[in-house]
């Protein structure tokens, strides 16, 4: 039982009645417009605390020199075939991320737009791999209130101190009334919805609630894939006057970046059904990548009435002014409806940026309250791969591959929105009330998966991988053919991922699923970091984690011949090596060119194949699944029989080879080690209990000797009486502590299976680590930091290893009351931390948290 104490925070999140008053809550207290007790909260008027960033020294700086050449050699050589390289560490963005961000807009997979606390709509991730950090400006909610015909209000919803504003007397944005301060109104985010309250801002009797909700639903598979959010704003008229409030959504014809300014695109209005009408946005994108349409919409009712501006323009040539528009709004509070008859508009010109506007306007009486609801949504059906692989995306298996869903997506977004939020309610409520949990937990507990959103994740159709297959039988040749840095002669033992459209049958129904290790590390399901994140899938969507471990079992059978020259130390090899679990599923033909990652031969790293093995059993005991389970086993006995290479004295213990050979790749192991050492005795016991439950019941044993063997040699050569030694080298470093030593052992116990080593042993190295990864570290407000050696990795600190280390010491009772665990949860979380400690990856593994602790409650 995981008592509230285990969990504790020092700095807990604001109230809501700490923010805003409580009468304007109770005010709100309507169809949801309230925000939640427990939420991620911040000031509109505050401004985001920018991560702290770290600096090599001189003598790692030396030793890096001959890799960071090789590195900028293929970076550069990667750019000129228009490609991004996975690992990129000399381009620096123009927008640097901040620790506090907002709740991403729309489902999973295809292509996301963040917003942020201050209600900027950035972090474009329409096309993959491509992140357009800045925020275009033009994309605002507005707010025009007239009183007896004499009081009039009208500010753009956002503060005026962001970037991006020229002088007020052009004709652009800066002309329209950015006069919100934001000191009383707040932001609220519990993924994956958020609220913002304008209280009295900027009328002061009017109280004004927006409510953002995308379909993020556990276990619907096809409302979590759909392109759409949906923004409800609740109003009530606290004064003595009858009030004509006029909502407005400005959207600029853009997918980030400075995408508008590339000509050909194209804005028509629509009206729809049940109401709702607005514009789409035809937008013509560069590079051949595929176009991509949006819908800004409102719903109109006898409440409402809903208008449109089709076009109008930052510079004032061809089209309405930005200036104008705004002056008719002021004025009028809505736009001619004859707008609805005006057709698409012509392609705007080279330079041009093109705009539309949706108005939805209203009466509210005194003392009245009135709802009025906006949507949006974009319709990017196919996703395409720099090297030229083309998918349909998982939401046009329900909405079809036409551009022009994006209506539908819109229409049924207003007329589902509340079935989706009683989803999210049935979700979230048992959490929520758990009074055993601590504020920040349950937070934190659901803000951290907005990275399977906003983590440029692609979900595609399974349909479209057949006639990717089909393509792949007669494939033209590659335009990189005469690469230095690859062999296009490829001789394959075994069939690619998706050669044969047999091999691909999507069992799970869900069609594939990616997501990036990072925004800075570009590779598909990294599965070094997926042995960390995938707890969240698992426990949300078993179907796409089942999925995912599908396509890694495949490739374990899989050779790919190609050369491939590793940056670290030079040396060519083969792209895959058949066997060897691959370290991702690759970065511009995803499925079909594995290993993206180059600096290392990761068929030679040891905590890969483990891994792999580790998560095939945790998924199988999960799900219970045992198709999968016979599925998969030919690959589990594949990569357990790979490893024996390793064990160079035959003694049953794989050993390391002196350089970095697993996920900690600036970490060099000698011999026996910690980490790879304990994950490969995990290893053998999970198959053994997979081998069991699928009646191979001679190989178990078989697994479960060489466990007995290898475990053996692993304490003989390591246990020093307090800890693990980092490994059984004769370095400075071998006699380091290293923070995710036990990681084989959590791993075991999230499984089901029996803990590795005696508690005693077990409880000795977590209290080790703590006294010397955590409390000798900035007074333990830091986590647990990695350990020893290389300041890279030495000084980084990954909230996965901390939580891994509190979930080890839940299992071995020492939960309640236990300072070491309050001690070790005092961390910054990276998203929406106040402040940023030393180096802490911002990646995907920090979804480990929904079930590493959480599970442990019961």
């Known amino acids: 039982m995981v008592s509230g104490n285990l969990l504790y925070r020092r ?12 009468s304007t809550l109770q005010l709100l207290d309507f169809d949801d417009g309230s925000p939640p007790e427990h939420a991620w909260r911040r000031k509109l008027s505050s401004h985001a605390n920018r991560l702290k960033e770290f600096n090599v020294t001189f003598r ?81 909610f507005s707010i025009f209130v007239t009183r007896g015909g004499n009081k009039k209000y009208a500010s753009v919803l956002g503060p005026g101190q962001l970037g991006g504003l020229k002088k007020s007397t052009d004709d652009g944005i800066s002309s329209w009334d950015w006069k919100l301060k934001g000191d009383r109104s707040t932001y609220h985010a519990l993924f994956p919805r958020a609220w913002t309250v304008y209280d009295g801002e900027p009328d002061p009797e009017l109280k004004v609630s927006c409510r953002q909700i995308s379909p993020f639903i556990p276990h619907d598979y096809q409302e979590s894939s759909l392109p759409t959010s949906v923004f409800v704003y609740t109003l009530v008229n606290t004064g003595k006057e009858r009030a004509k409030v006029s909502l407005l959504m400005t959207w600029a014809n853009s997918i980030g970046g400075l995408s508008h300014h590339s000509g050909g695109h194209v804005n028509e209005p629509f009206i729809g059904k049940n109401g709702v009408s607005g514009v789409l946005l035809h937008h013509k994108t560069a590079n051949d990548n595929p176009p991509v349409t949006f819908a800004i919409a409102a719903c109109e009712n006898q409440n409402v009435n809903v208008t449109v501006l089709p076009v109008f323009g930052l510079s004032g040539e061809n089209s309405v002014t930005a200036r104008e528009m705004w002056g008719t709004m002021v004025q009028d509070g809505s736009f001619d409806r004859d707008n609805f008859n005006a057709g698409p508009s012509m392609p705007c010109l080279l330079g041009d940026t093109v705009c539309a506007a949706v108005s939805a306007s209203t009466w509210v009486e005194p003392h009245g309250r009135c709802t009025v609801v906006f949507a949006l949504a974009w319709s990017s059906p196919k996703v395409k791969f720099k090297k030229g692989s083309t998918y349909y995306r998982r939401y046009t298996k329900f ?139 698992l426990d949300l969507f078993p179907k796409i984690e089942l999925s995912i471990q599908r396509d890694f079992a495949r490739a374990v059978l899989r050779e790919d011949n190609r050369r491939v020259r590793f940056l670290a130390d030079g ?93 900690y790749d600036a970490w060099t192991v000698q011999g026996v080690s910690a980490y790879c050492g304990c994950l490969w005795l995990a290893a053998l016991q999970a198959a053994a209990a997979l081998a069991r439950s699928l009646g191979h019941d001679d190989y178990a044993e078989r697994c479960m000797t060489r466990f007995a063997k290898a475990k053996s040699v692993f304490e003989a050569r390591l246990w020093n009486g307090s800890y693990f030694n980092y490994d059984s080298g004769t370095s400075y ?126």
């Open 733 to 858: 470093n071998s006699r380091s502590i290293q923070a995710d030593q036990l990681a084989g052992q959590w791993y075991t116990a999230s499984s089901g299976l029996p803990p590795l080593f005696d508690e005693d042993r077990i409880k000795c190295t977590l209290q080790k680590i703590f006294d010397y990864n955590v409390m000798r570290v900035k007074g333990g407000r830091m986590g647990a930091v990695n350990g020893t050696g290389s300041k890279l990795q030495k000084h980084g600190q990954l909230t996965v290893t901390t939580v891994g280390l509190v979930a080890s010491k839940v299992d071995t009772g020492g939960a309640k009351g236990s300072t070491s665990c309050k001690k070790m949860l005092s961390v910054g979380w990276v998203p929406y931390s106040v402040q940023a400690f030393a180096v802490m990856w911002c990646t995907s593994d920090m979804m480990i948290m929904l079930t590493l602790l959480y599970r442990k409650r019961t």
């Open 571 to 663: 040396t060519w090899g083969i792209r895959k090596v058949i066997g060897a679990v691959a370290h991702d599923l690759g970065a511009h033909d995803p499925w079909h060119e594995l290993n993206a990652y180059n600096i290392h031969d990761t068929s030679r790293w040891k905590d890969l194949n483990p891994k792999f093995v580790l998560q095939i059993y945790r998924d199988f005991a999960a799900t219970g699944d045992k198709s999968f389970g016979k599925d998969v086993w030919p690959a589990v006995c594949t990569a357990m029989e790979y490893m024996e290479q390793f064990d160079h004295d035959g003694d049953g213990m794989i050993e390391n080879d002196g350089f970095p050979d697993q996920t």
């Open 60 to 140: 790692e700086a030396i030793r890096m020199m001959k890799l960071g050449l090789r590195l900028w050699s293929y970076i550069r050589e990667e750019a000129s075939h228009g490609r991004k390289a996975p690992i990129d560490p000399f381009t620096r963005e123009g927008n640097r991320p901040s620790a506090s961000q907002g709740v991403p807009l729309g489902g999973m997979g295809s292509g996301s737009i963040s917003r942020g606390f201050r209600g900027e709509f950035k972090h474009w991730q329409i096309t993959p791999g491509s992140c357009e950090m800045s925020p275009v400006m033009a994309n605002q």
């Open 399 to 537: 909405y079809g591959t036409s551009p022009r869903s994006a209506v539908n997506l819109v229409e049924d977004a207003l007329m589902k929105y509340k079935h989706w939020e009683e989803a999210i309610d049935k979700w979230q409520t048992p959490i929520l009330r758990d009074e055993r949990l601590p504020e920040w937990y349950k937070i934190t507990l659901f803000n951290e998966l907005y990275f399977l959103v906003a983590g440029g994740t692609v979900w595609i159709d399974s349909e479209s991988l057949v006639s990717d297959a089909d393509n792949k039988l007669n494939p033209s040749p590659p335009e990189d053919s005469n690469l230095p840095f690859h062999d296009i002669t490829c001789n394959s033992t075994v069939p690619l991922i998706g050669f044969d459209p047999h091999e691909i049958d999507d069992k799970e129904n869900v069609g594939k699923f990616l997501y990036l290790e990072g925004i800075e590390y570009f590779m598909w399901c990294t599965y070094d970091v997926h042995f960390y994140a995938s707890f969240a899938l």
């Open 11 to 22: 700095k807990r999140s604001w109230r809501a009645d700490e923010l805003v008053s409580r």
